[in-house]
């Protein structure tokens, strides 16, 4: 079974930047979609940011431009660099894979999740 391990969360300062982690183990997926989502306090989870083994990418309006989303696959680790943070970019990110190209935003298409990682950005 695929395991997920997301790091480098932490809290800022509005205008900072984070950089997320998130290892793969056990990955064995030729085709897939991984994606970042977030859920904060009395929202619900949201996708961020996605890329597929394509290399296409997608983000949600509200990053674009500011988050980036990459892969290195030699060492079978997903990031999310994200700049310019605003308070509302608050939450816990998970990041989240399915055996499939396609990147759907719906969370319920996802089979595999990790554990999250807290990012907090203050005003």
């Known amino acids: 079974q695929v395991q997920l391990v997301e790091s480098g969360g932490g809290s800022v300062q509005a205008g900072g930047s984070l950089r997320l982690s998130c290892a793969a183990s056990?990955?064995?997926?030729?085709?897939?979609?991984m994606r970042w989502l977030r859920q904060a306090p009395g929202k619900e989870r949201e996708g961020v940011a996605a890329i597929n083994s394509y290399g296409s990418t997608y983000y949600t309006d509200s990053v674009k431009g500011r988050f980036t989303i990459s892969q290195d696959n030699a060492v079978n680790t997903l990031f999310l660099q994200m700049n310019s943070l605003k308070p509302e970019d608050t939450a816990m990110y998970y990041c989240a894979a399915r055996a499939n190209t396609g990147c759907p935003t719906e969370t319920e298409w996802y089979t595999d999740w990790g554990q999250g990682t807290q990012v907090t950005v203050s005003s």
């Open positions: 056990r990955f064995t997926y030729s085709r897939y979609c």
